[in-house]
């Protein structure tokens, strides 16, 4: 089925060629060039590290644009992976998809209104207000981050919303086979490495210290950052895990019953001083049927994910200590 296209998709979400991505980055690291060299002098700009400052916005803008069409594919990955497990007519389930990943485009602007907005306030809060071009670049550069960031978030949250809308309906779910969820689980694990490679980028281009780490802020705006994709990747994955858990919670009462209704015939038959007949032997093939049903994963991620999550999340970590070494 065809999705409805987004102002994101339309715009930044959709491939484009190599050499378009390059030529855009060309363009943004040579205004950054250009302003910086005209603030400092040439030699200046890179020798006292003025370049930091200025490289920051268009490698973040650049890594947008790079991981944007990503994004945008992960969505009809699940869905496709999802639609035949789920119990309705198609043309019900094409219009409740199409309800539920439609995004309106005032609300988009309105996301990306609001990010330019915090990107100005940062930079006047954080150098004041200043009229020169150098003060100019900066600001738009930093608010057209922000911008972009604020998109990216409101749409990886429809698509969030999307597969929890997914997972509410009627869904034949085998809660041996969690394989057609684990698209969910690669979409998590993307979320998770986008935001985990913009702090990267944040940590690269930014000034850095070792004194750094004694400061209290550092670690306030750090490590809740360093927090917030194991969030994402759990939290995506979080209404799935609800739905397998139920699936698996009703086989085993029902196993249960199972288990005690064969039990107490058994009972009565020794009882009586009878033969017990294959009893025994139902009893202990239900034993082992419910061993396996509570070792079954609820989950839709893999140890492969997981430890890919693992070492992203000690990537910004190491280039910290990277950027002191350096330093040193």
């Avoid at 497990?85 to 389930?93: G, K, M, P, S, T």
């Amino acid at each position: 089925m065809e999705l409805p296209l987004s102002l994101f998709d339309k715009i930044i979400g959709r491939p484009r060629p190599l050499w378009l991505t390059l030529s855009i980055a060309f363009i943004l690291y040579a205004i950054a060039l250009v302003f910086g060299s005209s603030q400092y002098g040439f030699r200046e700009f890179f020798l006292n590290d003025h370049w930091r400052g200025f490289i920051v916005s268009p490698s973040i803008i650049i890594y947008i644009l790079v991981v944007a069409p990503l994004l945008s594919k992960i969505g009809g990955q699940v869905i496709k992976s999802i639609r035949p497990l789920v119990d309705i007519e198609e043309e019900q389930f094409c219009n409740i998809v199409y309800k539920a990943a439609y995004i309106e485009p005032w609300k988009e602007l309105v996301a990306i209104l609001l990010g330019l907005a915090l990107g100005v306030i940062i930079v006047v809060a954080n150098i004041g207000f200043s009229i020169t071009w150098t003060a100019f670049y900066i600001t738009l550069s930093n608010a057209l981050i922000y911008g972009l960031l604020a998109w990216v978030i409101y749409v990886s949250l429809t698509d969030i919303k999307l597969t929890a809308t997914l997972l509410r309906l009627p869904l034949l779910v085998d809660p041996f086979d969690i394989a057609p969820f684990e698209p969910i689980g690669r979409q998590s694990l993307l979320l998770a490495i986008v935001f985990i490679g913009g702090i990267t980028l944040s940590l690269v281009f930014v000034g850095f210290e070792s004194i750094m780490f004694h400061r209290f802020d550092f670690w306030l705006i750090y490590l809740p950052m360093f927090m917030v994709p194991v969030v994402i990747f759990f939290m995506n994955m979080y209404p799935t895990h609800r739905v397998f858990l139920a699936a698996k919670e009703r086989e085993l009462k029902e196993i249960n019953n199972q288990s005690v209704i064969l039990s107490r015939k058994l009972l009565e038959l020794i009882q009586r001083e009878v033969d017990t007949g294959n009893f025994p032997a139902e009893i202990n093939a239900l034993s082992a049927y419910e061993q396996r049903l509570q070792s079954t994963r609820t989950w839709p991620f893999n140890f492969a994910m997981l430890r890919t999550l693992f070492f992203s999340i000690l990537v910004p970590g190491f280039t910290a200590l990277l950027r002191v070494i350096l330093g040193l």
